[in-house]
């Protein structure tokens, strides 16, 4: 579909909003419109004397549809808002539906439900988002109460705290739908990296200390993403989190969470390690319990294999293990996602986090064109299924984000039993604490007095940049000291 972008600068912002009805559209985007016979959605601003005018035309399936309206420049605070909510009504009633977010195309939902709380009120934030937005009741309470449990969280961070992110870029295989910077362990090359890729991760811990300890900062949660941390052997495990102990100052470490994540990664060796150093939160990710929609995505495990490690871990005396599993998933039906849902519960995972498949431009999905075996359609009904089923087995929602490309523009929300929430989860996606991180592609977040500014510091993304360029890497690391010494 052709997209026209006439005399504005809104283009993502378009785009976005047309991927809400039309998620499987190739679009081009264009600046010129000059007749169209196919589809196309043309959106324009033009100003003439005091007045700007805004224009939507939207030709979809043989139908045109168009509006207009003009505002006097002086109350014309919010272009973009105007130019998109012309082109809300317009699209939903050419695509026949109304997304249950309305037009609401942001990553952190819950943060600006808090942002409107303290600025509006409660109910002047609940109206905010539905009338402004055209988010439905539901999912404007859903905000509302993921912003409520947040912010207790985050009331109850320490000042000058900082949460570290330890990043492992490898995976025994690479899943269909992944977009993360994961090395399949299975090719010799990525097998040679990671001796050295633990060498360096190790010195830039300790490199990092140094930087953290000179700016008073506090480490209150540590968190191992990826890829897949257990993808290390037990020794590498052992080797990092002993340099973790050494280097930082663990005292007011509350939380210590490894996404163990892939089955086919875990040993009781390896459990035992994590334990040894503290680790108390561990995710095991089925994303399904169905053998074939795990073979249909690359993921060389079973769901009986999930179940005997989820026992392993219990053995070892894992209390708080958090399941992930994915709505939408190639070949997923709602009956296959059901059950997912409740063996999760039956097993009794204390954190269940339940995704929205994302189509991301580098996942197989997308690149070798496999969207066919996609079924967008019982996504809403299988995440209403999850949030009954959680809901009335004592879970609540705790933390929320939204992914671009998301299908149904759906969310993936944390579910949890009663005191069991992730801090990290809530702190690092809500923007509410330092970030420090380490590791290739790991991203370093500082907040300055009062969050007026985030700066970010980004480490190289791949694991053979981030060796072949490790002290250019730690130069840029520096900022962490001029940051604090300018704040």
């Known amino acids: 579909m052709n997209i026209y972008c006439i005399n504005h600068k809104f283009l993502y912002e378009t785009e976005k909003l047309l991927f809400l009805f039309l998620p499987f559209e190739k679009n081009t985007c264009l600046d010129t419109f000059c007749g169209d016979d196919g589809d196309y959605f043309l959106t324009a601003i033009s100003r003439s ?99 409520k449990t947040e912010l207790r969280i985050i009331k109850e961070s320490p000042e000058n705290s900082f949460s570290l992110y330890v990043s492992i870029p490898f995976c025994p295989t690479r899943c269909s739908y992944c977009s993360f910077v994961s090395h399949a362990i299975g090719t010799e090359s990525a097998k040679k990296l990671v001796p ?17 300890r000179e700016a008073g900062l ?7 993403g990826g890829g897949t941390p257990t993808t290390l052997s037990a020794e590498q495990l052992d080797r990092v989190m002993t ?16 996404e163990a994540g892939r089955p086919d990664t875990i040993t009781k060796e390896k459990l035992l390690v994590l334990k040894k150093h503290g680790v108390n939160r561990i995710s095991i990710n089925p994303q399904t319990f169905s053998d074939g929609v795990l073979r249909e995505i690359g993921r060389c495990h079973t769901a009986e294999l999930t179940v005997e490690k989820y026992r392993d871990a ?44 994302a189509l991301k431009k580098s996942s197989t999905i997308v690149t070798e064109n496999e969207r066919d ?41 944390g579910w949890c039993k009663e005191g069991k929430e992730c801090a990290y989860n809530i702190l690092m996606m809500e923007e509410y604490q330092h970030i420090i991180s380490v590791g290739a592609g790991a991203v370093t977040k500082l907040l300055s007095p009062g969050i007026t500014r985030i700066e970010r510091v980004f480490n190289y993304k791949y694991p053979f940049e981030y060796i072949s360029r490790f002290h250019e890497l730690l130069e840029k690391k520096e900022r962490i000291t001029s940051f604090f010494s300018e704040v």
């Open 196 to 212: 050295q890729y633990v060498d360096k991760l190790c010195e830039e811990l300790e490199f990092t200390s140094h930087r953290v």
């Open 243 to 258: 340099v973790i102990e050494d280097s930082f100052d663990m005292s007011d470490c509350f939380e210590y969470t490894v």
């Open 373 to 413: 075996s996609v079924n967008a359609d019982n996504i809403a009904e299988m995440l209403a299924y999850s949030r009954q089923a959680l809901t009335s087995n004592g879970y609540k929602p705790y933390y929320m984000y939204r992914q671009s490309k998301a299908l149904g523009n759906f969310e993936n929300i």
């Open 218 to 224: 506090r480490l209150t949660t540590v968190y191992w």
């Open 314 to 357: 219990r053995e070892v005396g894992f209390d708080s293990i958090n399941m992930d599993l994915i709505a939408g998933l190639p070949t997923d039906t709602f009956d296959s996602f059901k059950n997912s849902v409740d063996k999760a519960i039956e097993l009794g995972a204390e954190n269940v986090t339940v995704h929205t498949l």
């Open 49 to 147: 004397g005091e007045q700007v005018l805004f224009k939507i035309e939207f030709s979809y399936n043989g139908q045109v549809r168009s509006g207009e309206k003009s505002l006097p420049t002086s109350q014309c605070t919010d272009e973009e808002y105007e130019l998109l909510s012309l082109s809300y009504p317009i699209l939903k009633e050419s695509c026949g539906f109304a997304p249950e977010w309305g037009m609401l195309t942001g990553v952190r939902p819950s943060k600006l439900m808090l942002n409107r709380i303290d600025e509006l009120g409660e109910d002047g934030a609940r109206d905010y988002f539905t009338n402004r937005f055209f988010a439905t009741p539901e999912k404007t309470e859903l905000a509302f109460s993921v912003a």
